[in-house]
Structures are given as structure tokens and as C-alpha cells.
């Protein structure tokens, strides 16, 4: 369903902007440049509102008449100098990696499969299998909260918290590949992707996995931590060489072992499910709603609390409630 009402902005259907689905309408601004982006930040302040900035939706859950969205899905060119690439904040990963590929790079072939923008996932810091999104950025074109375009130069950023400004695009940098290469790395990390995680509409990990430091996972019990599977390892690092000073370790926690362990592997409430093959997924099985989907992330965070005392942090943005 879509009509245009307010200027400028048209009445979109959830199911197109939430990679989980959902209820209702919201209310979105479809920017082609970064004018216009800044024009509906503008027009929504009017209204005095606080506008929700939207990429991919692959990590958003929409929960009723939420704030006014400003999408980036038509903000999405690639303008490619080497091994650099210059992008616009709606661009996809599975755009980037096609046109990549075409001229001989390749590098972040880890989010192949992820339906983000690249803006998204610089918000995110989006990562797997040992790589993340800051790895690759050079610098990211904002917008400051007084209407000003500034270029940041990137920095290392932590485990999914990436730039927190509104992010109008930016500069990568890619390495030289041949493309049978960049497309062996991609099915090999499909291949890993396929054989964890569900094919049902979700948004991902819906918890971060959690991170003790020495400190911490002494407090907790170093025999409890072996019990529930905790891995040690270099702080920023996904496997442990061994190598590390004891201030470099950190001991991280699969939220979805954690679930797993309370017994909620396919749990459903209405229709949305804890999914059966990874317990860190909530899928929608048709007509899962916002509130099926709060409903079971409630139910898991107070289960792992119970048993573990441990508190598991959400990884997907809320957008219409703060009451979640
Ligand atoms: C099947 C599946 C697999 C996934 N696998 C992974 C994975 O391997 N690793 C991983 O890290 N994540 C994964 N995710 C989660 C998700 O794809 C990432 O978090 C991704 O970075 C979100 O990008 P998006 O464009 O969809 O963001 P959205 O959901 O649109 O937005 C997410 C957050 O970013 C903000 N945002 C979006 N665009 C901008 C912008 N231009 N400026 C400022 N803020 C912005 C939003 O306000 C929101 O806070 C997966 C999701 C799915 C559905």
C-alpha cells in the first residue's frame, strides 16, 4: 500500500520497511540527495517531531504509528576510484560487492547475504566471521544535528556501535581481488551463513553476544563461564592466538547459547517464533506483529536473567515505543 499525504512524504506499508514485517503504516520521506535529506529533517522538525532515520530496515522493528521515517533506499550511488569507493548512505552491500567485483575488488564479502545499506551498517558497525564494517571505512559524510555537512574520518569503532551522526554516505576502501576469488570468499561465507541461521523473515541477532572483561568473568565463576560455553579471547579479536597479555582478554558469551540454554528454542507467541535452528533469531512465521516479537525478546531477557544473572543487550532498533 502506498499514497502520497503529507508533502514531500508518502504512507508506507510496514511489511516494506521492516525486514521482520509487521503492522500498520508509517509515515516516510524517500530523499534522492542529501538536500532533500536535510529538507525532510527539516520539514519533520517542523512538525515537532524526531525523525527515525531508515536504511535497509534489517535491524528496525516498527511497532504501530512510530515517529516519521526518512529512508535512505534512494539514496544509493557507488562512484568507484581504485580501490576506493565513494557511496551514498542507501547504497547496498549486495550492490557495492556486485559492482566491486566488476572492476577487480573485493573485501567485504563477510556481509554478503545481509539485506543492509551501507549506511546502516556503518551505524552498526555490522560485522561476522572476524570482520567488521570499520575495517573498511575511510571517512563518513554527516549531518549534524544544525544542518551542517561535515566529512568525519573514520575511527575503530566497538562491537556494533558504529557513527552515531546521521550518515549521508562515505568513503570506502576495498582490496584488490580477482572476481572468482571475491565470489569463492562470498559462497563461503553464504555456505556458513546457510547452514546457522533460519531463512524466515527476522532481524538478525536480536541480542549482542555479551563481553566480560578478567574483572568481570572472575566475579561471575571461571567454571560457570566454561559451563555455558564462554570463549576467551583477544579483546576485538574473533579467535584467540594465545599470544595476548591478560589485559587484552575478554570472554564472550553467544546470547544464543544463553537462550538456548533456558529451553526457548521454538517458542511461539502469536506469530513470531524463537527460531529452532539459532536461538539468538526471532522469526516472523506470516503474521508475526511488532508485539509478538517484544513479547518473546521480553521472555528471553528475563529467562537468561533468572538462570544467569546476566543482562542481554538488544541489537536491533526500536522505532513508535520506548516502553519495549
Ligand atoms: C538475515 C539477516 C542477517 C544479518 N546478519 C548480520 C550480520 O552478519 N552482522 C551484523 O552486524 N548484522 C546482521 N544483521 C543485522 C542488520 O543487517 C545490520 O544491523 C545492518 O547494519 C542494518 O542495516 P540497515 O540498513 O538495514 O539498517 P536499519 O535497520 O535501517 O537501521 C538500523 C539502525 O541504523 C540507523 N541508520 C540506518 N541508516 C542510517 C543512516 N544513513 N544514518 C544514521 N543512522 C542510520 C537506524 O536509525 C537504526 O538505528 C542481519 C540482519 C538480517 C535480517
Redo the contacts with the bound molecule.
Keep these: 500500500m502506498r499514497s502520497e499525504t503529507l508533502t514531500g512524504s508518502e504512507r508506507v506499508s510496514v511489511k516494506k520497511l521492516?525486514?521482520?514485517g509487521g503492522e500498520g503504516c508509517a509515515e516516510v520521506w524517500y530523499p534522492q540527495s542529501a538536500e532533500e535529506f536535510a529538507d525532510a529533517l527539516c520539514a519533520i522538525g517542523r512538525m515537532g517531531k524526531e525523525p527515525?532515520?531508515?536504511?535497509?530496515?534489517?535491524?528496525?522493528l516498527i511497532c504501530g504509528d512510530g515517529a516519521p521515517i526518512v529512508c535512505?533506499r534512494r539514496m544509493r550511488s557507488l562512484c568507484f576510484d581504485s580501490d576506493r569507493v565513494l557511496f551514498e548512505?542507501?547504497a547496498t552491500i549486495s550492490q557495492l560487492m556486485t559492482e566491486a567485483r566488476k572492476r577487480g575488488f573485493g573485501g567485504m564479502e563477510?556481509?554478503e547475504?545481509?539485506?543492509?545499506?551501507l549506511?546502516?551498517?556503518?551505524?552498526?558497525?555490522?560485522?561476522?566471521f572476524g570482520f567488521e564494517?570499520s575495517d573498511f571505512a575511510i571517512c563518513t559524510r554527516i549531518l549534524t544535528k544544525n544542518g551542517q555537512i561535515l566529512l568525519k574520518p573514520a575511527r575503530s569503532f566497538p562491537y556494533?556501535q558504529g557513527?552515531t551522526?546521521?550518515?549521508?554516505g562515505g568513503e570506502l576502501k576495498l582490496f584488490r581481488m580477482r572476481p572468482e576469488e571475491s565470489l569463492s570468499r562470498r559462497e563461503e561465507f553464504l555456505a556458513r551463513?546457510r547452514a546457522k541461521?533460519p531463512r524466515q523473515?527476522?532481524?538478525?541477532?536480536v541480542f549482542k553476544n555479551i563481553r566480560l572483561t578478567q574483572e568481570e568473568a572472575r566475579e561471575f565463576g571461571v567454571e560457570r563461564l566454561e559451563q555455558i560455553g564462554a570463549i576467551r579471547m583477544p579483546k576485538n579479536r574473533e579467535v584467540s592466538d594465545g599470544s595476548s597479555s591478560r589485559d587484552d582478554v575478554e570472554f564472550r558469551i553467544p546470547a544464543g547459547k544463553l537462550v538456548d540454554m533456558c529451553g526457548l528454542k521454538g517458542t511461539v507467541r502469536g506469530g513470531a517464533q524463537i527460531s529452532p535452528m539459532h536461538a539468538n533469531f526471532i522469526v516472523n512465521l506470516g503474521r508475526g506483529t511488532a508485539e509478538d516479537y517484544l513479547s518473546l525478546v521480553r521472555l528471553a531477557e528475563n529467562a537468561v536473567f533468572d538462570r544467569f544473572g546476566l543482562k542481554l543487550e538488544r541489537?536491533?532498533?526500536l522505532l513508535g515505543r520506548t516502553d519495549g
Design positions: 521492516s525486514t521482520y527515525y532515520i531508515l536504511g535497509g530496515g534489517s535491524n528496525t535512505t548512505a542507501g563477510f556481509l547475504g545481509v539485506p543492509a545499506t549506511g546502516g551498517a556503518l551505524r552498526m558497525n555490522a560485522g561476522a564494517m556494533r557513527e551522526d546521521a550518515i549521508l551463513r541461521q523473515p527476522s532481524l538478525g541477532s541489537e536491533f532498533a
